[in-house]
Structure formats: C-alpha cells, structure tokens
C-alpha cells in the first residue's frame, strides 16, 4: 500500500504559478510511475502529466503542454507539479497517482492503483 499526500493548491490569478507536491510513503515509491491528472466541476477526471519511475521520461497533455513540468526526487519520495501562465480552464482538483505492478507510464487512470486525496487549484480571470 502506498500513502499519497498532496498540497500546494490554492487561489490564484489567470498567469499565475503553483508548485504542486505530491509526497509518499515507502522506499518502493521510486520504483513507480506517477501521474497527475484533475477534475473540473461537472467534468470527468483527465490526465495531465505523467513521469516514469527514474524521471528520464515525461508525458504532458496537448492543453497543459509548454506551462506544467512534472519532476520527481526519489531521495524525498516526492513528484512535483510546476504549473506556469494558469488559466481559468485550469481550475480543477489536482490528483497524483502511482502506478505499481508496471514500469511504465500511462495517461489512463484506470492504470493507476494508489491515489492522493487531491488538491484545490482554483485560477481567477
């Protein structure tokens, strides 16, 4: 079982940056693939961004391409979400996830087993 806790959300201006944390639990985390995806009220829960458990390979949706960079540390058993130039369609709550039982990553949320309790991302125009 692996614990995810996120922060950093919060209430921004549009153009604005957020920094968004997901931390974990066990030395196992290093050895998974992570995603970030979100949900906007009334919509469903989309991929945004995935990392592969060395951090050598990274995956961004077409809307969030060239604003967000996904990193980790594996040292801190952290993966973080630099999120640049936000815009009112990015509002939304903001999950991590870990994939565990495959190396590699994917952008379907069905494909994750462990997920964090999600985190507020709220952007005013």
């Known amino acids: 079982q692996v614990q995810l806790v996120e922060s950093g959300g919060g209430l921004v201006q549009a153009g604005a940056s957020l920094r968004l944390s997901c931390a974990a639990s066990g030395r196992a985390f290093g050895s998974y693939p992570v995603g970030w995806f979100r949900q906007a009220p009334g919509k469903e829960r989309d991929f945004v961004a995935a990392?592969?458990?060395?951090?050598?390979?990274?995956y961004y949706a077409d809307s969030v391409k060239g604003r967000f960079t996904i990193s980790r540390d594996n040292a801190k058993n952290t993966v973080y979400l630099q999120m640049n130039s936000l815009k009112s369609e990015d509002t939304a709550i903001y999950y991590c996830?870990?994939?565990?039982?495959?190396?590699?990553?994917?952008?379907?949320?069905?494909?994750?087993?462990?997920w964090g309790q999600g985190t507020q991302v709220t952007v005013s125009s």
């Open positions: 996830a870990a994939r565990a039982g495959s190396s590699g990553s994917s952008r379907y949320k069905e494909d994750y087993s462990y």
């Open positions: 990392i592969s458990w060395s951090g050598e390979f990274t």
